[in-house]
């Protein structure tokens, strides 16, 4: 299977997931807002079906959203039709998508993104790359690698071990909180504010800055 077919079949029934982790996302947005302004150009990497974008939309002056999978973006697109926020835009695509210009985004977000890539240092160079000098890299990472309850290790088990067994394409990687701060920091970026936002589920949420090495 490959990836874009994975996250497709996740596509219809992923809102419904993500409303049982309500509180993670509620307080996700809390704390972006702080870094966001009206002037802002805004990448979301890994939208998926597009409701944290729809929910930022307003504070800034354009966000894009890009998704590997075909049938999160068709979601995303009829939301935002719907609710008629016409500065976004959604499109299919991939972080090293060469539409992406360098220097051309004043925030990027990735949301539960960064522990289920393949090659993390790859993409965070990239990200440095496409963000406008004193940029803000913005995103929220279930580190795996800390101590889990008993319930929240028989959640992700069987994506463990489908991931190992190679039955999914999907990698999940456990971090810990520091080294998710030190890949971050070695991106070229000085972390301004990290919080354990849901202790069960060790989902970490980092704010950083792209460091002007001029």
């Known amino acids: 299977m490959e990836l874009e077919d994975f996250y497709d ?16 996302s509620l307080k996700t947005i809390e704390n972006t807002k702080k870094y966001l302004k009206f002037s802002d150009k805004v990448l979301d990497y890994a939208c ?25 973006i068709e979601i995303a697109k009829r939301k935002a039709v ?20 360098r ?16 090659d993390t240092q790859k993409v965070m160079q990239r990200i440095n790359e496409l963000l406008k000098p004193g940029g803000f890299f913005i995103s929220i990472t279930p580190c795996l690698g800390e101590k889990q309850t008993l319930v929240n290790n028989l959640q992700f088990f069987p994506y463990l071990l489908l991931s190992t067994l190679g039955l999914i394409p999907l ?11 030190d890949l971050i920091s070695e991106g070229n970026f000085q972390i301004l504010d990290t919080e354990i936002i849901f202790q069960r ?6 704010a950083a800055k792209k460091i002007d090495n001029q």
């Open 201 to 206: 589920m060790s989902s970490y949420f980092i």
């Open 103 to 118: 220097e051309s985004f004043d925030v990027i977000l990735g949301f539960n993104i960064l522990h289920a890539l393949e």
């Open 48 to 72: 998926g079906p597009g409701t944290k974008t729809l929910e930022l939309a307003g504070l800034v002056k354009e966000i894009h959203g890009i998704d590997i999978s075909s049938k999160m």
């Open 171 to 181: 990698k999940v990687k456990r971090f810990k909180f520091t080294e998710l701060e």
């Open 9 to 24: 079949k996740m596509a219809k029934n992923y809102d419904k997931t993500e409303k049982k982790f309500e509180h993670i």
């Open 82 to 101: 719907r609710l008629k926020i016409s500065n976004v835009d959604f499109s299919q695509g991939i972080i090293f998508d060469e539409r992406l210009e």
